[in-house]
C-alpha cells in the first residue's frame, strides 16, 4: 500500500511536471481493497486488473519500474511503448493487460479460468475488479451470468467508490446495494468496509479461498471514496463534501496505521521508515525508466498479427 | 458421396477436436442441440466437455475465448448468426485484434459468422460483416465460397495463431455440394481465378462468387469472355492476383453481397487504381447491395443483392466503356 502511494505520488507530480506521456489514473483511497484483492493469488493464478489498482498490481508482482516504463513508454516496458498507463499487463504471467471499456475483462479472465480447468488444473483462482459504473456495463453482466453457469472459480471485486467518472451512484444503478446484483447471478456476496484495509484482507481471503475450494464465482463489494480525481486531469469538483468528512471518505492509509500501531504491529517510526523506503524504491526505478528509450518508429514492426504470411501487404501504407 | 458445405464445416470442426486437445466450441445451442444450422451436430456426444451451449452473451462468448485463448486453448466460438456478433463487437475488435500488437501474446480464436442474406431472413439475420472486422488491424478475415474451402480455411483458422473471423454464407450451406473433402488446399491470403477470360475482370468472394460465374456464363454467348477471381480471403487481400488478371484483361469489376459505402469493393478499387492505375482500359466498377437494411419479402430481397442477372447488366456497361 505504502508503495502503491508512493508510486502514484511520484506518477502525479511527473504529469503536472508535463513529464508522463499521456493520462494519468490513480488508486488514491483504494489501496486496502486492490492489495487485498491479489495478494492471496499465488503463481498460477490469474490477475485482470483495473484502472485503479496499481496496489493491486504491485501485489501481484508487477515492479514500479515496469509502472515507470509504461507510463514514459519505455521500449523496455512490457508495453513496448504500444500501450500505456493502466493498460499493461504480462498476460503469459497470468498479468492480464485491460483494455478502456469497462466490464470487458470480466468474461476475459472467465476464459482464463475455463481454459485451466480444460486442461485439468484445478484450484486455480481469478481475480478481476471493477468500479461501480463498470458495473453498469453489458460485458460485467454477461461475464459474471457466463462464470456462475460455469461455476468458474472467479472472484469479482467491486469497488463503489461513489462516482464513475462525475457520474453519482444514484445515476448509475438503482439497487438498494451492489452487493444485491450477487444473487441475481446466483453467487456469493460479500461487503466490506473499502477503508478499512483488516477488513478488506479478511474479505479477499474468504472469497479467494471459496473460490479456490471450488465454490463458483464470488463478488466482494467495497464502499469508499475515490480520494481523487478520475484522473488526474480532473479536479473532481463534482464531490460531495460531506463523503470527504464521512467515514467513506478516509485515508486506508491513515487507517491501516492506526490498525497496526493499536495491534502492536508497528508504530509510527516504522511506518515513516518504510514509507521512505518506497519513496527510495520509486526514485531508483524512476531514475532507471527515464534514462531508457521510447520506441523508435523506423524500427517498429508495424504488424498487428503474428502469422506473417497472412499480413495484408496492400494496406495503402507507403512501400518502404 | 457428396458433401455439403454446412457438413464441410462440420468436418473441419471434427477434425480439429480430433487432432488438437486445446480445441473447444462455444456458443448458443451448439452443444446437445448441435447448432441452430446444425453445423456442430453430434460433436458433443462425440467430445464431451468441449463442445458446449453458452449462455445469450456474444461479448462473453468471445471475451471468454480470448482469456482461453491467452491460457493456451484454440476456442471455437459460434455467433448463431453474423448480425449478433455486434454485441459481441468490442471483444473482437478492442480485446481480440489488439492483443498481439499490446503484448506480444498471439489470440488464437475463431469466431464463426454464419453470414449473408437467405430467403425471408431479413434485416437482422442477413448481415455480411467482413468489411467491417477488415477495417480493424489484427484480425485475419476468411469468406470461403466452396465446399473445399469451407473445410480446408476452417482448419486453417483453427491451426494460426491469430484472431480469424470466419464467415461462412448461409445460402451456400445446403445447396453447395462437392464430391469430397480436399487432401490438398490452396492456403488462406490467396486468390484463386475461378474462371478465366480475356475481356474483364470479376473480382469477389463467398456467394458472390456463384452469381458472378453465372453472369460469366451468360455472356459468353454474346461472346465476352470474364475472368472470374474469388478472393477466398478479404484480409488478407490478395492484390497481385488481382492485379495481374487485371493486367490481363484491362476492365474490372468488384461485387460484393455487402453495403455498398466502404467495404471490400470499395478496398479493391482502391489499390487496382492506386497500383494498377495504368492497366485499365476503362474506369472500374462495382456493384453492392442496395443502400437499405436487408429487406424480408423474397422479391424485394432478390433486388436488394446483387445477382447474375445485374452482375451481366453492370458488366455489359464495363465492356462497351
Known amino acids: ?58 501485489a501481484f508482482g508487477d515492479t514500479v519500474l515496469d509502472t ?105 444503478f438503482a439497487c438498494g446495494d451492489l452487493l444485491d446484483k450477487a444473487a441475481g447471478y446466483g453467487i456469493a456476496g460479500y461487503k466490506c468496509d473499502g477503508t478499512d484495509p483488516a477488513a478488506c484482507l479478511e474479505t479477499l481471503h474468504m472469497a479467494v479461498q471459496s473460490a479456490r475450494e471450488g465454490n463458483g464465482p464470488q463478488m466482494v463489494v467495497a464502499t469508499l471514496l475515490r480520494l481523487v480525481g478520475h484522473g488526474e486531469h480532473d479536479d473532481a469538483g463534482y464531490v460531495d463534501a460531506s463523503l470527504r468528512k464521512a467515514n467513506v471518505g478516509r485515508d486506508c492509509l491513515e487507517v491501516g496505521a492506526n490498525q497496526l500501531a493499536e495491534n502492536g504491529l508497528a508504530r509510527p517510526e516504522d511506518i515513516a521508515a518504510w514509507t521512505k523506503e518506497a519513496q527510495a524504491e520509486v526514485e531508483a526505478a524512476l531514475n532507471k525508466a527515464q534514462r531508457e528509450k521510447g520506441p523508435d518508429p523506423s524500427a517498429e514492426e508495424w504488424c498487428a498479427i503474428s502469422t506473417a504470411r497472412l499480413i495484408d501487404g496492400h494496406s495503402g501504407a507507403e512501400e518502404e | 458421396m457428396s458433401v455439403t458445405y454446412l457438413e464441410a464445416i462440420r468436418a473441419a470442426q471434427e477434425k480439429a477436436l480430433a487432432e488438437d486437445p486445446r480445441v473447444f466450441i462455444y456458443g448458443q445451442d451448439v452443444g446437445v442441440f448441435g447448432g441452430a444450422f446444425k453445423a456442430t451436430k453430434n460433436l458433443a456426444a462425440e467430445f464431451p466437455g468441449r463442445v458446449m451451449d453458452s449462455p445469450l452473451s456474444e461479448d462473453a462468448i468471445v471475451g471468454m475465448a480470448i482469456g482461453a485463448a491467452i491460457e493456451g486453448a484454440r476456442p471455437i466460438v459460434e455467433m448463431q448468426f453474423a448480425d449478433f456478433s455486434t454485441v459481441g463487437f468490442n471483444q473482437i475488435v478492442n480485446q481480440a485484434a489488439t492483443l498481439y500488437y499490446r503484448t506480444d501474446v498471439p489470440c488464437p480464436i475463431v469466431v464463426r459468422l454464419p453470414s449473408g442474406g437467405t430467403l425471408g431472413a431479413g434485416p437482422f439475420h442477413s448481415q455480411s460483416m467482413e468489411a467491417i472486422y477488415s477495417h480493424y488491424p489484427g484480425i485475419v478475415v476468411m469468406t470461403p465460397a466452396t465446399v473445399e474451402d469451407a473445410y480446408s480455411m476452417l482448419l486453417e483458422a483453427v491451426s494460426i495463431d491469430d484472431p480469424v473471423v470466419f464467415c461462412e454464407h448461409k445460402l451456400l450451406y445446403y445447396h453447395l455440394k462437392a464430391e469430397k473433402l480436399p487432401d490438398t488446399a490452396m492456403p488462406a491470403g490467396k486468390a484463386r481465378i475461378a474462371r478465366a477470360g480475356r475481356d474483364a475482370t470479376v473480382v469477389t468472394y463467398s456467394a458472390m462468387l456463384h452469381e458472378s460465374l453465372q453472369a460469366a456464363e451468360e455472356l459468353v454467348q454474346e461472346g465476352w469472355q470474364i475472368e472470374v477471381i474469388d478472393l477466398r480471403t478479404v484480409k488478407p487481400l490478395d492484390t497481385d492476383t488481382v492485379l495481374a488478371s487485371v493486367a490481363r484483361t484491362g476492365r474490372m469489376l468488384a461485387v460484393g453481397e455487402a453495403w455498398p459505402w466502404g467495404g471490400v469493393t470499395a478496398e479493391v478499387i482502391a489499390r487496382v487504381a492506386t497500383e494498377g492505375f495504368g492497366l485499365l482500359d476503362a474506369a472500374p466498377m462495382r456493384l453492392n447491395a442496395k443502400e437499405t437494411p436487408v429487406p424480408y419479402h423474397p422479391d424485394l430481397w432478390a433486388a436488394h443483392r446483387p445477382t447474375a442477372t445485374t452482375i451481366a447488366a453492370r458488366l455489359r456497361q464495363l465492356l462497351t466503356q
Do not use: C
Open chain 1, 1 to 58: 500500500m505504502l508503495l502503491a502511494r508512493a508510486t502514484e505520488d511520484k506518477l502525479a507530480s511527473l504529469y503536472r511536471a508535463g513529464m508522463i506521456k499521456g493520462g494519468v489514473f490513480l488508486g488514491k483511497g483504494q489501496e486496502a481493497l486492490s492489495t487485498a484483492s491479489a495478494i492471496f493469488l499465488r503463481k498460477g493464478d490469474i490477475f485482470g486488473p483495473l484502472i485503479r489498482d496499481q496496489a493491486g498490481r504491485l
Open chain 1, 68 to 172: 515507470f516504463r509504461t507510463y514514459l513508454g519505455s521500449a523496455q516496458g512490457p508495453m513496448r511503448g504500444r500501450d500505456g498507463n493502466i493498460h499493461r499487463g504480462r498476460p503469459r504471467e497470468g498479468y492480464y493487460a485491460m483494455i478502456s471499456h469497462l466490464g470487458a475483462m470480466v468474461p476475459v479472465v472467465a476464459g482464463g479460468l475455463y481454459a485451466r480447468r480444460l486442461r485439468g488444473e484445478t484450484g486455480v483462482v481469478g481475480v478481476t475488479s471493477i468500479g461501480d459504473g463498470g458495473t453498469s456495463t453489458g460485458a460485467f453482466h454477461e461475464g459474471i451470468n457466463l462464470a456462475a453457469v460455469e461455476r468458474l472459480p472467479l472472484v469479482v471485486v467491486i469497488a463503489n467508490n461513489q462516482y464513475a467518472y462525475s457520474t453519482p451512484n444514484n445515476r448509475q
